[in-house]
């Protein structure tokens, strides 16, 4: 199965341990975006990922893209050019200390990207699946554009389009949001969104919130996921999947967490690939949201569990127990 993925890949800066922004005297250094996370998880799995974005043609560009061709993505969808490339700070939290996230991502190198930069034939050739998110069309009109016009393209190809809907406030208002996903999401045939962006944004109400989404949209498949905050470090998760007038739950997990980035986008990897290979509707809820418990065991942002692994916590085999 080849998958295209398309977002902005980013620097990410978290200091050492618990340490606070205004204290730490060390960074930690990661790289990754919500696009480029789950080609890497769907990559690390044996599937043909290409990421498609731009980064700044000198080494700061050249290390990100390494960080991706290092689990197998293929890279000769991103282009080259621009100024900067985008970095986020985050701070871990602890107890009831949240986790914090700062932006400082205006005017990188794919936000300034422009549509007709992109050969959407050639990134489209052969592909049977294009996921995006609704971080993309946040950064910025040139964004916003590129992301509508990478996913009529793929439409017009005949390609499973999916979108996680991923609001998040500190890049776009809600009404801003809500207009653009409006357009977005009218390309995709699999949606994922929690339920507080789906009540919020789309005016979902609180009992069948999938069942009145897929009706608005069409969607062949939608997900709902869910989390329970306990404390910083400590969360309960669970989705729900509705297909053709059914809907299934999957387990839900209770997390000690390494790292909370990139939960959201290993379930997307872990539905595409599970809904990829036809996987039966309770099995690609299990399967999915194995995966996202997984990655909140590893730290950075992309989910490098195996598909063993994943598989094994699916079917309540995954015990903790040392592998000798």
């Known amino acids: 199965m080849k998958i295209v993925t398309l977002g902005e890949i980013m620097l990410r800066l978290t200091p050492s341990g618990y340490d606070r922004f205004v204290q730490t005297a060390s960074f930690e250094a990661h790289y990754g975006g919500a696009e480029a996370n789950v080609a890497a998880a769907l990559a690390n799995w044996g599937e043909d990922a290409l990421f498609v974005s731009k980064v700044p043609d000198h080494e700061i560009g050249q290390a990100a893209v390494d960080a991706l061709r290092a689990v ?18 985050a701070e871990r939290g602890a107890d009831r200390r949240a986790s914090k996230v700062i932006y400082d991502r205006a005017n990188s190198a794919f936000a300034l990207s422009r549509a007709e930069e992109y050969d959407w034939d050639k990134i489209f050739a052969g592909a049977d699946w294009f996921h995006i998110t609704g971080i993309t069309p946040a950064l910025g009109k040139n964004a916003e554009e590129v992301a509508l016009s990478a996913c009529k393209a793929a439409k017009a190809r005949g390609v499973t389009v999916s979108c996680d809907v991923n609001y998040r406030s500190k890049l776009w208002d809600k009404e801003h949001a809500a207009k653009t996903l409006e357009k977005l999401l009218g390309y995709a045939d699999v ?64 997390m000690e967490m390494i790292d909370r980035i990139g939960g959201g986008d290993a379930f997307a ?36 569990c195996s598909l063993e692994e994943a598989r094994s916590l699916a079917e309540n085999e995954g015990n903790a127990k040392v592998s000798r």
């Open 72 to 89: 197998g993505v293929d890279t000769r969808g991103v282009l080259r050019g621009g100024e900067r490339l985008g970095i986020y700070y």
């Open 191 to 254: 949606c994922i969104v929690n339920e507080n962006q789906a009540q919020e944004l789309f005016g979902a109400p609180e009992e069948g919130t999938a069942a009145y989404m897929a009706e608005k949209f069409g969607f062949a498949c939608i997900a709902l996921t869910y989390r329970r905050t306990i404390d910083a470090l400590h969360n309960k998760i669970w989705s729900e999947l509705f297909m053709d007038g059914q809907s299934v739950q999957s387990p839900v997990y209770s």
């Open 269 to 304: 990897a872990g539905l595409i690939y599970a809904l990829g290979h036809k996987y039966g509707l309770q099995k690609a809820a299990g399967f999915a949201e194995a995966v996202s418990c997984l990655k909140h065991s590893i730290p950075g942002d992309v989910c490098l």
